[in-house]
């Protein structure tokens, strides 16, 4: 009997170990960084009507809060059609690897340009 107990033990606490590690694992193996936006949506690659839904609506905001002048919404908006109408140009092919770059790159671009024009206070400096 006391053989059983000195062997039931190392055992016991290697099933126990074993348990404990096998609950952890999947944890442990999740990821936590978040996708860019062109992996979110659509296999990969959020579609025009979205992109251009996000920007139209940020410059939108950014009038209606004041922080853009109507001007200033006119150009941004003005480039945004410029932009759908170039995305939809190369979709008329198919889009391949270096169009959908180069698009993001504009995208991301013209967004950059939204915060920036929404936080320049239009010229004042107040």
């Given at each position: 009997m006391a053989k059983f107990k000195t062997l039931m033990i190392p055992v016991l606490a290697a099933t126990t170990a074993a348990a404990a590690l096998g609950a952890a694992l999947p944890a442990a193996a999740q990821t936590y960084r978040h996708a860019p936006a062109y992996q979110q949506n659509h296999g990969g690659w959020q579609s025009i009507s979205q992109r251009k839904y996000n920007l139209d609506r940020r410059i939108d905001q950014g009038v209606r809060t004041r922080q853009l002048s109507v001007r200033e919404a006119g150009r941004l908006k003005n480039e945004l059609n410029?932009?759908?109408?170039?995305?939809?140009?190369?979709?008329?092919?198919?889009?391949?690897?270096?169009?959908?770059?180069?698009?993001?790159?504009?995208?991301?671009?013209?967004?950059?340009?939204?915060?920036y024009e929404r936080r320049d206070h239009n010229g004042r400096r107040w």
């Open positions: 410029q932009l759908v109408r170039l995305e939809r140009a190369y979709q008329r092919n198919g889009l391949n690897r270096r169009e959908r770059m180069e698009l993001d790159r504009r995208y991301d671009a013209l967004s950059a340009k939204v915060r």
